[in-house]
């Protein structure tokens, strides 16, 4: 047993109050007293679901009860015991072939485990888990009689973005290659957005298709190319481009991306949203940014050279939709960059 504590924010308090403030009234209202389930709420999602839900919970006094789904619940603990110690947070042992033998009453279920596929991982392996993930969560979603269903996505789901295209949309009918064996997690979402759509009726589906982010809990060592600069910076090396730095990202902060969570989940509707930043720029000059921001000076090493005339790939969502529910971005890039380093720094002053 481990002892329940108060809630002590793991993020600058600037970020809590921006989520405390951003989540409007009605939405803090509309999750009053709920019973939410969440897998993934150890990961980059759901560690900032889980500071916004108790951001919430200690300014409103909602009355939640948050059960968070983890495979090592010891781990969770020593990293994040602000959250797993939590009052409101029960932390049930388990993967999601285990979900079939949970009960209970849940009034939300949150499925935010993003299952990034990684190079060298068996693609068929990486699909089934996926597809059996939301299977799973959808029938406890069914089982526990929830009203409301979250699914994050992801923009993988449009498969390659055209060149002419600034800003994807949701409307966009583009889908990952069938013919290639490397496309199983956007070919995965796809299926989970489907299974999430076939439920559309028995209580309210939402679906996030998320995009790329920045922020508290990113990952510094994984694949995502803003944290690995972000790493280099505090090390002290100059920023690293394994390619030749024109491919076109944008980056949403973390803070903000809870914020449209949230709303998106009490006040959307069943048709995905994109999630994530409409602003690009290349990722030669993104490290250019991460450089000059964390170490005061721009030292990028670009190992590829661009091919002339072919356009740069991109990656970046168009969101209208969600602008129409009143969501916006909060944090500029540079902000979001300086305030993820410096999370890294102090959570981990060694590692560099």
């Known amino acids: 047993m481990h002892a329940a504590t108060a809630y002590q924010p793991g993020i600058a308090a600037d970020d809590v109050a921006l989520i405390v403030e951003r989540v409007a009234a009605p939405v803090w209202q509309a999750l009053r007293g709920q019973r939410i389930f969440i897998t993934g709420g150890t ?35 020593a990293r994040a015991p602000h959250l797993a110690g939590a009052a409101a947070v029960t932390v049930l042992e388990g993967d999601m072939a285990d979900l079939a033998g949970v009960d209970g009453q849940h009034d939300i279920v949150i499925h935010a485990a993003t299952d990034v596929a990684r190079a060298g991982d068996d693609p068929l392996h990486n699909f089934e888990q996926i597809v059996a993930g939301s299977r799973e969560t959808l029938a406890l979603a069914q089982r526990c009689g929830a009203k409301r269903y979250l699914l994050t996505s992801s923009g993988a789901v449009y498969g390659r973005q055209p060149g002419d295209c600034a800003n994807l949309d949701e409307s966009y009918a583009g889908a990952p290659d069938t013919g290639d064996s490397a496309s199983a997690y956007g070919q995965a979402k796809r299926v989970a957005e489907w299974m999430t759509a076939c439920h559309a009726g028995r209580f309210e589906v939402r679906i996030a298709r998320c995009f790329a982010f920045a922020g508290p809990y990113l990952p510094l060592d994984a694949h995502f190319a803003i944290g690995n ?57 993104l490290a250019a940014l991460v450089s000059r921001t964390i170490g005061g000076a721009e030292q990028v090493h670009i190992a590829g050279t661009p091919t002339p005339g072919r356009p740069p790939q991109r990656y970046v969502p168009a969101t209208a939709r969600a602008a129409a529910l009143g969501l916006q971005e909060y944090t500029d890039l540079a902000t979001a960059i300086r305030k993820t380093a410096a999370w890294h720094h102090k959570e981990h002053p060694h590692a560099a």
Not at 50 to 76: C, I, K, M, W, Y
Not at 264 to 281: E, K, M, T
């Open 43 to 77: 990961g980059f999602l759901g560690c900032w679901l889980l500071e916004a839900l108790l951001a919430g919970q200690a300014r409103f006094d909602l009355g939640l009860q948050l059960t968070v789904l983890s495979r090592n619940p010891d781990g969770f603990r």
């Open 229 to 285: 600069f972000i790493a280099d910076s505090l090390a002290g090396r100059p920023v690293h481009i394994a390619g030749d730095g024109t491919p076109l990202r944008s980056y949403l902060y973390a803070a903000d991306l809870a914020v449209w969570l949230l709303t998106i989940l009490v006040q959307g509707d069943s048709r995905p949203y994109n999630v994530g930043s409409r602003h690009a720029l290349p990722l030669a000059e």
